[in-house]
């Protein structure tokens, strides 16, 4: 995880807030670098899907937006202090991301959309605790991640029908 040594403790845009802000995106995007290898398969090409569910190639562009607002915002955060005085906040960030980052191989890997609703439901608490962490330390940082818990309680909606129309 990002340094407290390279966070600069100014706005001022030095190398050490540039370094830090690209160490955010590193570890944010590690979800879905997990995930990589969980990809959808026959198997999900099998299910039965409700009229709304949006077509494959919505997916990775919405992601990539939100992972990088996700990434800011974390950034935003470490900037107010570094891990000394944003470390639980910033940690509540890291369990979200962990919760994220096990959704896929879930689903699409070991084909359990039950446990992965299981996963989306605690994910969706991380992000709303995520959320006030981060409101308490810079606001502007918590309304960066309202897309993602958007975009989470539609995944979680979308899971669920799953769930139900595969039973």
């Not at 979200?96 to 446990?115: C, M, T, V």
Request: glycine share 10%; aromatic share 14%; with cysteine.
């Amino acid at each position: 995880m990002p340094s407290d040594a390279l966070n600069t403790g100014n706005a001022s845009g030095g190398s050490g807030e540039w370094l830090g802000l690209l160490g955010w995106v590193g570890l944010t995007f590690l979800a879905p670098a997990a995930g990589a290898t969980s990809l959808p398969d026959a198997w999900y090409a099998g299910l039965v899907k409700p009229a709304w569910n949006p077509p494959g190639w919505v997916f990775g562009p919405v992601w990539t937006v939100l992972y990088l607002l996700m990434a800011v915002a974390a950034w935003m955060i470490w900037r107010r202090g570094g891990w000394k005085i944003q470390g639980a906040a910033l940690r509540i960030y890291g369990i979200q991301l962990g919760l994220n980052a096990a959704w896929s191989p879930l689903f699409f890997r070991f084909h359990q959309p039950l446990a992965a609703f299981a996963d989306i439901v605690l994910l969706w608490i991380a992000i709303c605790l995520t959320l006030r962490a981060f409101a308490k330390a810079h606001k502007p940082a918590a309304i960066l991640l309202i897309p993602y818990l958007l975009w989470v309680s539609f995944a979680a909606a979308l899971n669920w029908t799953l769930v139900l129309l595969n039973r």
